[in-house]
């Protein structure tokens, strides 16, 4: 069964700081992978995806995230953070081969950033 | 902004009422989803359609009752509900077939308040 999991239930950081948030999977296929974000009181945007290709994907508001297969991560970054990136954010997965239907999300990191 | 749009923003209704919950795209999208999510919690997953035929219950009691009159809409009535019930209620929709790659699009939500 897929399962997806995520360090740090609550990440802070400093303006102007890395944003690392990180996100395993375990997947008896190959998956596709998400990153989704949600501001307060808002529904959920997807901040980049994997799928196929290039492993390194870069998302919108300046985020990429790595695909490695080896570590079975991954994980988001951000060079910089901002004052609005401060928001929740899931990871998920998705098994195209066998459940179309249904993303599995992990629980969640909450970003805080100190001005 | 989001091109799937849900009403009520704000629902509050008592455990002996009767409500209904709306959700519509317009981006062709043939798959839709009920989401119930409590707050710092990931989405879980109620309902999906696919192709305007319920594919997927995830053993939610029956005071919940989807319904999705055609390709671009998606109700979920309420009745009899319990406090616990009070959460946000995300939809969501995907297409299907070869440009389906598990990504779901969020409405904004409806936030619900059972006394």
């Known amino acids: 069964a897929q399962s997806v999991t995520q360090l740090g239930s609550h990440v802070s950081v400093s303006e102007g700081a890395l944003v690392l948030l990180r996100c395993n999977y375990s997947s008896s296929v190959p998956p596709y992978l998400f990153w989704y974000v949600q501001y307060p009181n808002q529904g959920l945007q997807l901040l980049l995806k994997y799928t196929t290709g290039a492993t390194l994907v870069k998302g919108i508001n300046g985020f990429e995230a790595e695909f490695k297969k080896s570590e079975t991560s991954f994980h988001l970054t951000k060079p910089s953070a901002h004052m609005s990136d401060a928001a929740e954010y899931f990871c998920a997965v998705s098994d195209m081969k066998t459940s179309y239907d249904k993303v599995i999300f992990g629980p969640g990191t909450s970003l805080s950033v100190i001005p | 902004d989001t091109e799937v749009t849900q009403t009520p923003k704000h629902l509050v209704m008592g455990m002996t009422n009767k409500k209904s919950l709306k959700c519509e795209q317009h981006?062709?999208?043939?798959?839709m989803y009920w989401y119930k999510q409590k707050a710092k919690k990931p989405p879980e997953l109620m309902f999906v359609y696919s192709y305007e035929k319920l594919s997927i219950n995830e053993s939610v009691p029956s005071r919940f009752s989807p319904e999705c009159p055609n390709s671009s809409l998606l109700n979920l009535h309420l009745h009899a509900l319990q406090p616990e019930d009070s959460a946000l209620y995300l939809c969501?929709?995907?297409?299907?077939?070869?440009?389906?790659?598990?990504?779901?699009?969020f409405g904004e939500g409806s936030r619900l308040t059972v006394l």
């Open positions: 969501a929709s995907s297409p299907l077939g070869s440009g389906n790659t598990g990504e779901l699009f």
């Open positions: 981006m062709g999208h043939r798959a």
